[in-house]
């Protein structure tokens, strides 16, 4: 495994990081699988988890707390998020400074760390994020945060992030069929942001998926009725999955990783052989046919 430096934070983190969310966070989850995937993570040398008070319906934080207890993460950098918080089967949002605050004290007890973890707003508006900048440095100055973020899909709000003194880190939906993503994350380099890769693999819809468990027809589900969008513009990526060198997912994170200013691919896996697929990307070089063919699907994608 490789590490990058997170921006200034003075972390260094995996390239392939570890996704606590989604089904891995799920109670229909079976605990051991769920535990056994990061010990299996950490023992392939991930250094960075994440996860959020609002994943998996509030399960997933404090199941990556459990998942941890007895090991030692003195090296680990684990990021959760604030902003959204599960109530009954839904996902609601608070970005007063006072819920902030609450969460991220919650955030500290449910993960039941020694060393406090990156705290990310989860999907803030221009001017929530505006609000809270010195919200979220005074958490850090309490120890209730190691380094503060912002995740959002919406690029305006990730621009204004970079103007904040008081935002270290930032993570943004970076895949192939993201490129447009390109020129901001120059820009938070250059601004010296630590830059993490959400949903590298596109939320799985860049390989086939066989339906074998519960989790396939959830995961089946959420693209068709969320994603369908992604799904289609995915399919014109199939020839990934013909690469001799590599599996497509392998391709998928090279791609995010080719670019210097990512830090870390956060990448979500449940099966022990995804994520071993995943940590075996880490220092895996894009055959440049692979990437001429990326970038004429993504030119054929944006006509
Ligand atoms: N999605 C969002 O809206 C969002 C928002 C903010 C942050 N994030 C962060 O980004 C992380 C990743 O996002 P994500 O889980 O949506 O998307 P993702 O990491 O792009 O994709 C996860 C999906 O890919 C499948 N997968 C993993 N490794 C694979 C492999 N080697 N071959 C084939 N399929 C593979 C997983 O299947 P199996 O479960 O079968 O292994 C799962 O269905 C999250 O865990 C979270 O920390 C996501």
Not at 17 to 31: D, L, N, R, Y
Request: with cysteine; hydrophobic share 45%; charged share 20%.
């Amino acid at each position: 495994m490789l590490y990058r430096p997170l921006g200034r934070t003075g972390l260094m983190v995996s390239e392939i990081g570890f996704g606590a969310a989604s089904w891995w966070g799920k109670p229909q989850f079976s605990e051991r699988e769920a535990l056994g995937l990061v010990h299996a993570a950490i023992d392939g040398g991930v250094r960075f988890f994440d996860t959020g008070a609002s994943y998996s319906g509030g399960h997933a934080e404090p199941r990556l707390g459990r998942a941890l207890k007895g090991r030692d993460v003195s090296g680990l950098v684990v990021a959760t998020k604030a902003g959204t918080f599960a109530k009954g089967g839904r996902v609601g949002r608070d970005f007063s400074p006072a819920a902030i605050i609450a969460s991220a004290e919650r955030s500290l007890k449910a993960l039941g760390l020694e060393v406090p973890p990156l705290l990310q707003l989860h999907g803030p508006s221009v001017e929530e994020l505006d609000r809270l900048a010195d919200t979220m440095a005074g958490l850090k100055g309490r120890g209730v945060a190691r380094a503060v973020g912002v995740n959002s899909f919406d690029p305006a709000v990730i621009d204004q992030a970079l103007g904040l003194p008081q935002i270290d880190v930032v993570m943004v939906d970076y895949n192939v069929l993201r490129p447009e993503r390109e020129p901001l994350i120059a820009r938070a380099a250059a601004a010296d942001k630590g830059v993490l890769a959400g949903m590298p693999l596109a939320m799985g819809h860049l390989t086939p998926r066989k339906v074998r468990a519960p989790r396939d027809l959830w995961y089946a589900a959420r693209g068709r009725l969320r994603h369908r969008r992604e799904m289609e513009a995915a399919a014109r990526f199939g020839f990934l999955n013909g690469l001799p060198q590599m599996t497509a997912a392998q391709a998928a994170l090279a791609y995010v990783l080719a670019n210097p200013g990512v830090a870390c691919a956060v990448v979500g896996a449940t099966r022990l052989g995804h994520l071993r697929e995943n940590l075996a990307a880490s220092g895996l070089a894009l055959p440049p046919q692979a990437r001429e063919a990326i970038r004429a699907a993504q030119r054929a994608l944006s006509r």
